[in-house]
């Protein structure tokens, strides 16, 4: 399988010293094989093999390398390991309260644990992440031209397209969902840092990445996205720039405007009446017709916590068990939510999954101080990220990241896949590398180019 063999030989890097092609596997199995290496072709799911890698450098980084203290995220890590304790404590309840095995806990509850990554990410040098932002963005700019011609085309260039396809069209252009995994960061990078690239070369990559998000046809990724690169050039105070990447980006709209107006204002997805809806409460129906899909991301998080909330407090505080929707008959004898996503084969609703919002899955499977606890830890870095985004652009682009996981919760469940914290993470790293050069700095009154608010990156 070749999922096994690039889980050992990412163990084998790791430990002979090469961590960048480590790292570069590793975030390539919690990129979903960037689309291209997909579950299928690996012969394991990448996300276990994300959590089986975790693991294994975990425990080698605990025995075999240097402890550090984490003097800039101490709290970080006090959080991470309270996770760590409510974790356990919630295995233990689904064993006890609903009787589950632990084979039936490893599949339901087994992604959250990627999360203490963060205790060896924490050792990764700068220059190593460095090389990993412009490998990332590259295979980004790869990924984006066979995406852009999938889109355009309806041909399979990207792997198992057939699996991520919707009949949700216009005008002819087909919506795909395997767009690359690391767009947003790419785009944000591209924009604000000119350290990785000659211009030329960035403008190139922009643009194409560019039309790669037009062709999601995501609304709220798309807006979203754009809503973040806009904040992002006022904080830099640049209105110059702030009008030449309005032009770019109404360069690369034009030719897919009749598809974003249909986007928005269509029928039964108009964005206007979905808000109405939302602000009306019409989420809070019983029978499942709504004005558009935020009322129904809405409502479908409404009845599970309205369940939840008539449940025992013990339920309220650990969820509906560590129990994926795979074991489906256990699943139907224990829920019967009527809002969710339907298999396309069976025509059942999923229970306790879903990929349209991320507060649906959190709140099943953690409960509401579980998912309070978890929601913590990307708050707390995307303050960190906030508080020190002056520090360097890659740190800015950390802050600008989050701020879009942010947007994009509502419209999708990327932030409830914890395998997406780990380039956070990697960038948290890094941030706390430079202040730890500034105040290396200052203590023995050097003055570092590098550790300045116009920092260049290394």
Partial sequence: MLGGILLLIAIILYIKGNKRWSFLIFISFCGSGF??????????????TALLYSICILLYSHFYESRIRYKHNEQLAKSLKLFFSFMILNVLFSIFHYGLDLVQIVQGGRRYFILFSFFFLQKVRNSDINWLIRCVIKITFITSILYIIQCLTGLPVLPESERYFSNDSVDGTLR????????DISIFVLVFSNKFFRKKVSLLYLFTMLV??????????????????????YLNGSFSKTMKYVILGAMVLIPFMPILIERFE???KSSTDDLTSILNGDFMRADGQFSGTMTYRFALV???????TNRPISEQIFGMGLLSDQQ???????????????DRETGDIAQLSTP?????????????????????????????????????????????????FVFTSFSGATISYSETIILPMLLIAYMDHEKEKIIYGIQYGTKNKSVNNNSRLQ
Avoid: H
């Fill in 35 to 48: 689309y291209i290496l997909t579950d299928n072709i690996m012969g394991l799911k990448n996300q276990d």
């Fill in 176 to 183: 795909y969902y395997n767009f690359p995994p690391y767009l």
């Fill in 212 to 233: 790669a998000l037009f062709c999601t046809q995501g609304r709220t990724f798309i807006v979203g996205t754009l809503i973040v690169i806009l904040i992002g050039l």
């Fill in 266 to 268: 269509s029928g039964d």
């Fill in 302 to 308: 409404y009845e599970r916590m309205s369940y939840l």
């Fill in 328 to 342: 489906t008959q256990l699943v139907r004898r224990m829920y019967n939510f009527q809002i969710g996503l339907r």
């Fill in 356 to 404: 349209d919002i991320a507060y649906g899955n959190l709140i099943c499977r953690l409960g509401f101080v579980g998912m309070i606890l978890y929601l913590a830890i990307w708050g707390m870095m995307l303050f960190q990220a906030y508080k020190n985004k002056k520090q360097d652009t890659l740190v800015f682009c950390l802050f600008l990241y989050l701020l879009n």
